[in-house]
Nanobody, 125 residues
């Protein structure tokens, strides 16, 4: 049974930084992917950053490139999302997701079959 648990969300001001953590239990697939997605009220869930374990390749959405960094700690089964220079438009519920097989990278939302409950990030001006 794979379980993902996010932490690190909160309320900050524009320009601040946050680091989200996603700890996975019961999961390790060398050919899998993990990613961070976000969903704001009234909007579709969108991919923010992904990592492909097979090669260590990373992907970032254009809106966060240069500000967010995804990283992994295999020993701790944890994936992080360092978010710098936060903007009001980054406000959303952030979800960690994983998939055991990642044939295409970056992977679509529908490819991910394991999801965490989410952690709220609120950025005020």
């Amino acid at each position: 049974q794979v379980q993902l648990v996010e932490s690190g969300g909160g309320s900050v001001q524009a320009g601040d930084s946050l680091r989200l953590s996603c700890t996975a239990s019961g999961y390790f697939y060398s050919s899998g992917c993990m990613g961070w997605f976000r969903q704001a009220p009234g909007k579709e869930r969108e991919g923010v950053a992904q990592v492909y374990f097979g090669t260590g390749s990373t992907y970032y959405a254009a809106s966060v490139k240069g500000r967010f960094t995804i990283s992994q700690d295999n020993a701790e089964n944890t994936v992080y999302l360092q978010m710098n220079g936060l903007k009001v438009e980054d406000t959303a519920m952030y979800y960690c997701a994983a998939t055991s097989v990642c044939r295409l990278f970056p992977a679509s939302v529908s490819t991910y079959n394991f999801w965490g409950p989410g952690t709220q990030v609120t950025v005020s001006s």
